[in-house]
């Protein structure tokens, strides 16, 4: 359809995991047990006091470090006024004007054409708690009753606000995946989409091409994975293009992915939404954020998935081994100390993407938990390019030595995997198969080379089929014919 | 003095440690006092008669021990207003929405009086979440005047003021948001501190409204007021803006005269709208503290003309989120309903009296869209302009005084349908609350009907030791020994 573009805007809400809570002592690594991690102030209880917790600010300005954004000098908190059972209460503290970070961007790439996404702000919140409605629709709309558990009220959270500068579902699920594995490198979230400690709403509008100004949006949430947001963005830009040539318009709406039908459905609209009444936060002081704080925010940034990525091609690999090269620490490591021993990236790199990730799949264990060491891969990359181990063979030793069966050479011996590739020994064996079939010898020699496969195939019987096959069959076309 | 219950704090705590009497005999004689005025005053809504023997048995305990322990408290019966957080002593802030709540915490003032080893004797009536100024807004009837049943002991820390008028309790502690602890003190006739912003924990006071709630004592001496006040101050981890430097010494200066001071008279809160006899009063304090020594200006600040306007607009908008919390989801009342919101807003509506709706109301109204930069905003502005008023009367004059309060008491039910004429009853002590700067009331006199009469201290913020300092002078100055009488009907036997 390409009469419409979209335009897509992501907010990503990140989970701290941080020792204690955003405005309390409660840890934030609580078991399954409901209301076990709480106290006054994260249940709200008359009189409690919220205190914001370092670890989380620094946490926040490291994702907003990561993100290129400015890392704001003054930093307000404000209360998000709204009624829920879950939010004890009935108060969010967020953040609205003065949001500690502001005005960063992201690059992010699909099938090698690189996007620049800007993210408008990223800014601290807590969490709620959760409602667990007990009844068959599992929602609030037909709960027999609900259940409230507050070990997650007010655990640090990180919303982060991109730019409507995304143009396709593809782009919004690397989008998503790119601040996952950011967030991840900085060891500040797991970044579970499944267990919700992060989460993302897309803001989705179509218009015609060409055009300049946005359409009206819709906000859509429920996914909880980044398949789930690629198909929903898809769906709902393919929902409001036929609104729209049917004629209708598209409403501005909160919308809710339904994950088993595959649809958005009306959560409600924007203009019932309530009004959020947003005052800055009494009970907390205005966050000074000097610039000895932000130098040893940046001090402390460590390497990005796009630097290492970057890394991995200047050091040899193809982009998309780089990319998954930089997604795994064990695997990179593996890639750069057998590069450094002088091993071949490209084949270093085919083999780790190839072989080694699909016997880790397969196995489904760590690469510390094989045998395999950077000597092995590079041992292996020399057996195969000097004909020591066919394509084939060199396979089943890695296999082997990914078993812990030894190193490359150990396992080929012991399997009798080695070929022959040293011409002289080769020539040998050549030389009793043509003087035994001096028939096929006379027939090659009068233009006829069907003979010249039987005789490759004899001396290979002769070998036991070590030797290089390439070697065999030249030395039987030159000395037959000579 | 006949009664222990008469005694001053600082009198009292010899006597302890003199071991003229134990402390379990001074909660004897308050709890007598109780016995003999609650009946008539409804100063209390709890007592806590076995927590209270605890403590002063085991202050008894810590001085026969330890005859040196010099915790300044110790073994002194003392009454927080029941907007203070106790654990495990009914807590309501005189609501019908927290009624029989106990909670599971105590806050940082009511622990460090713990640790100071003071009695705490029960919780005091106030004002509905301390919204008002008469304690007649309490969901379990009104707090009466010691000095005249028929008046109201002002408020919000109604309760605390009267109890200590009365000697129910030796020292109280109030909250003041507007003038709660200020006016109170005003109209009973007992000394009220609003300390500077931050440098009392709010951490476990119910909040009203929080950038102007602030914590202090009431007292029957400047003295007992300072002592009660250094107890309780102080950095706490639990409160973001709680003062975090050195404090100022209160009780340092009492001594030092006032000679060579300058004191500011704040022209707007001295002149229309003044009572004449409190305006009469105001001056010969001013004429005393003249004799003294002090250099006595006159001192304008303009915004304060606003200050009224600005305060019923920003406590409302912090108190329509601060109240928010109860829901009846999770504590209190709740009332029930077919969804959810049903039932929040049943509970609500059941559990909040008329006063606290208002003003919820009042509050979401100026925090609205489309509203918020006229009212919410536009109050801010005005704070600021307070601020910088004081700010710059304060490069002139060491302290500025005014009357506390407008009025003596007036009777009950005077002002209970006019709110506005409520609302003024706080003139005087809202600026100081914007502010942010502490403020304390010093009785200097009895008007023609024989009520107690309030002559009003205002220091720069931390000026605490200076304040002090002129209220002690204030204080010999108006020689103000009148008690309120014990019983003026029904006597009730211990």
Same mark, same amino acid.
């Given at each position: ?315 040899? *690999?193809?982009? %998309?081994?780089? &990319?998954?090269?930089? =997604?795994?620490? +064990?695997?990179? /490591?593996?890639?750069? @100390? ?90 040998? *064996?050549?030389? %009793?198969?043509? &003087?035994?079939?001096? =028939?096929?010898? +006379?027939?090659? /020699?009068?233009?006829? @080379? ?33 | ?494």
């Amino acid at each position: 359809m390409s009469r419409w573009e979209p335009v897509i805007g992501i907010e990503t809400h990140v989970e701290l995991q941080t020792a204690s809570k955003m405005f309390c002592g409660c840890p934030v690594d609580f078991g399954d047990e409901p209301n076990t991690s709480v106290c006054p102030v994260c249940l709200g209880l008359p009189g409690a006091l919220p205190v914001a917790n370092r670890e989380a600010i620094e946490g926040i300005l490291a994702i907003g470090d990561a993100l290129a954004c400015t890392l704001t000098e003054t930093s307000l908190f404000y209360r998000k006024n709204y009624f829920y059972p879950d939010l004890p209460k009935n108060y969010q503290i967020s953040q609205y004007t003065y949001p500690l970070c502001v005005d960063g961007h992201i690059e992010v790439d699909v099938d090698g054409e690189p996007t620049t996404v800007g993210i408008t702000r990223v800014h601290m919140e807590e969490d709620t708690g959760k409602s667990l409605h007990q009844g068959d629709s599992g929602r609030i709309h037909g709960a027999e009753h609900t259940l409230l558990d507050f070990n997650r009220a007010g655990v640090p959270l990180v919303e982060v606000v991109s730019e409507p500068d995304i143009r396709s579902p593809d782009q919004a699920r690397a989008y998503g995946a790119e601040i996952q594995r950011i967030v991840r490198a900085l060891g500040v979230s797991d970044a579970r989409l499944e267990e919700g400690s992060m989460r993302f709403d897309a803001n989705v509008s179509v218009r015609p091409e060409g055009v300049d100004t946005l359409g009206t949006r819709a906000e859509v949430k429920n996914m909880n994975s980044l398949r789930s947001l690629h198909r929903a963005i898809a769906y709902e830009i393919d929902r409001q293009i036929e609104v729209l040539e049917g004629g209708g318009t598209v409403v501005l709406e909160t919308r809710h992915w339904n994950e088993d039908r595959g649809v958005t459905t009306s959560m409600r609209s924007k203009e019932e939404s309530e009004d959020y009444r947003y005052f800055q936060e009494p009970d907390l002081l205005p966050l000074h954020i000097d610039e000895a704080w932000r130098q040893a925010i940046r001090s402390q940034r460590p390497i990005l998935p796009a630097e290492k990525r970057a890394g991995y091609v200047e050091l040899g *690999a193809a982009a %998309a081994t780089a &990319a998954l090269l930089a =997604d795994s620490d +064990d695997l990179g /490591r593996l890639f750069t @100390a057998a590069v450094a021993d002088g091993a071949d990236a490209r084949s270093v790199g085919n083999w780790i993407t190839g072989e080694v990730v699909a016997y880790l799949r397969s196995a489904d264990t760590t690469i510390d938990r094989t045998g395999l060491t950077p000597e092995h891969l590079g041992e292996l990359v020399a057996m195969t390019s000097s004909g020591a181990l066919s394509s084939t063979a060199a396979k089943e030793v890695l296999r082997g030595v990914l078993a812990g069966e030894g190193s490359p050479q150990t396992v080929a011996e012991e399997r009798d995997l080695v070929q022959i590739s040293d011409v002289t020994a080769i020539e040998d *064996a050549v030389e %009793a198969v043509l &003087a035994e079939n001096g =028939d096929a010898v +006379d027939k090659i /020699r009068q233009g006829d @080379a069907k003979p010249v496969g039987f005789l490759v195939g004899q001396v290979m019987k002769a070998t036991g089929g070590k030797a290089d096959p390439k070697i065999v069959q030249e030395l039987v076309r030159a000395k037959a014919s000579g | 003095m006949s009664d222990l219950a008469d005694l001053t704090i600082l009198d009292a705590s010899a006597g302890l440690r003199a071991r003229s009497f134990s402390a379990v005999e001074l909660l004897e004689a308050t709890l007598r006092r109780a016995a003999i005025t609650e009946s008539h005053l409804h100063a209390y809504l709890t007592i806590d008669r076995n927590g209270a023997r605890a403590a002063a048995e085991a202050a008894d305990a810590a001085l026969t021990e330890h005859g040196s322990d010099d915790r300044p408290l110790l073994g002194i019966p003392v009454a927080l207003k029941d907007n203070m957080v106790t654990r495990g002593v009914e807590t309501t802030a005189s609501s019908q929405i927290l009624a029989g709540w106990k909670p599971p915490y105590d806050g940082t003032a009511a622990a460090r009086l713990r640790e100071g080893g003071a009695v705490i004797v029960g919780k005091t009536n106030l004002d509905e979440f301390a919204m008002g100024s008469s304690t007649e807004n309490s969901a379990y009837g009104p707090t009466r005047n010691p000095w005249d049943p028929d008046t109201v002991p002002g408020g919000s820390s109604g309760g605390s003021a009267a109890a200590v008028a009365v000697g129910s309790a030796m020292g109280g502690y109030g909250s003041d948001t507007g003038g709660s602890i200020r006016q109170p003190a005003s109209l009973t006739g007992t000394v009220g501190v609003k300390p500077t912003y931050g440098l009392v924990s709010r951490y476990g006071l119910i909040a009203f409204a929080s950038s102007l709630d602030q914590i202090g004592p009431v007292a029957r001496t400047v003295g007992d007021a300072a002592t009660l006040l250094e107890v309780v101050a102080g950095w706490d981890r639990y409160d973001a803006t709680s003062y975090r430097g050195d404090l100022p010494n209160m009780s340092g200066s009492l001594d030092a005269g006032v000679e060579g001071l300058r004191i500011g008279v704040v022209g707007e809160l001295s002149g229309d709208g003044i009572d004449t006899e409190v305006i009469a009063a105001t001056r010969a304090t001013l004429d005393r503290l003249s004799d003294a020594g002090a250099v006595i200006v006159d001192v304008s600040l303009p915004s304060t003309e606003y200050a009224l306007s600005a305060y019923y607009l920003i406590a409302p908008a912090e108190c329509s989120a601060n109240l928010a919390r109860f829901d009846g989801v999770r504590f209190g009342l709740r009332v029930g309903g077919d969804t959810t919101a049903e039932m929040m807003a049943a509970t609500r509506g059941a559990g909040f009296g008329p006063e606290v709706i208002r003003r919820v109301l009042l509050g979401t109204y100026a925090l609205s869209a489309g509203y918020y930069d006229a009212f919410y905003g536009q109050a801010q502005r005005v704070r600021t302009l307070v601020r910088r008023d004081f700010a710059t009367a304060y490069e002139d004059v060491d302290v500025l005084v005014s009357p506390t309060s407008p009025t003596t008491a007036f009777p009950i039910g005077a002002r209970a349908t006019d709110p506005i004429a409520m609302y003024y009853s706080d003139v005087c002590t809202i600026p100081s609350n914007l502010s942010g700067d502490p403020a304390m009331s010093i009785p200097v006199g009895l008007d023609a009907g024989g009520l107690p009469i309030g002559f009003q201290v205002m220091a720069p913020a931390l000026g605490e030791e200076l304040m002090f300092r002129v209220a002690a002078e204030v204080e010999r100055a108006a020689d103000f020994t009148a008690r309120a009488p014990l019983a003026t009907s029904e006597v009730v036997a211990p």
